[in-house]
């Protein structure tokens, strides 16, 4: 993948965690703690371009000038269902972060997105957006989701994902091509159910241990 909006994390404790995370017998407590545990990592390398502005700050011994994140606060925009499952980690980087929600549910027949609940901070058109959900495999749900956060024109938008198939991503850059893609792993394929192969199973169930 030469696509310069596509960046795949390949930094060997993200690597390492993911392989784990692969294991169809990782409890779902396993699973959600190195899912936590690879949001934080990965929160590092999303928001390494985040525009910061020099403020004045008193140390114990002088006053300086250092680095603060400029604008409103980082918004985390978490596609329903398992979205959620990499909120914790990515706030225990960047705590002060806001959080919205964005529901959608994949029509059966279709495979398209279709949306049922929309939650966002105000003041959207000052932020910077990381939207988050844990597989990019149609791209269906990614390309409605931030199609509708467009609408509130916000500063910028991102997508962050733990694994992408090929034809999400194809799907997720011809509709947006402006939002860049941050993922862990690039698999092989879909399946004809619309699932990532070799892939990791039904992120939502696994994290919720639900079927």
Do not use: W
Not at 44 to 54: G, N, S
Not at 62 to 84: C, H, Q, W, Y
Not at 156 to 174: D, H, V
């Amino acid at each position: 993948m030469t696509d310069p909006q596509v960046h795949v994390v390949t930094h060997p404790l993200v690597q390492h965690k993911l392989t784990l995370m692969r294991n169809k017998e990782a409890s779902s407590t396993s699973f959600r703690t190195l899912l936590g545990e690879l949001a934080m990592l990965m929160a590092y390398e999303i928001t390494r371009d985040v525009p910061t502005q020099l403020v004045e700050v008193e140390t114990p011994l002088e006053k300086t000038m250092g680095p603060i994140i400029d604008g409103k606060k980082l918004v985390f925009a978490s596609i329903l269902r398992a979205g959620n499952g990499m909120l914790d980690g990515l706030l225990r980087v960047v705590p002060n972060a806001r959080v919205g929600h964005i529901g959608l549910y994949r029509d059966p027949n279709t495979l398209e997105a279709v949306e049922y609940y929309f939650k966002m901070p105000t003041g959207m058109n000052e932020r910077d957006v990381i939207v988050v959900d844990p597989m990019l495999a149609t791209g269906h749900s990614a390309v409605a989701a931030i199609t509708r956060l467009k609408q509130l024109q916000p500063r910028s938008i991102k997508f962050l994902c733990l694994l992408a198939a090929p034809e999400g991503i194809a799907t997720l850059r011809q509709a947006h091509p402006d939002v860049p893609i941050y993922t862990a792993a690039i698999d092989r394929q879909l399946n004809e159910h619309g699932y990532i192969l070799p892939g990791l199973g039904d992120a939502g169930d696994r994290i919720f241990g639900t079927k």
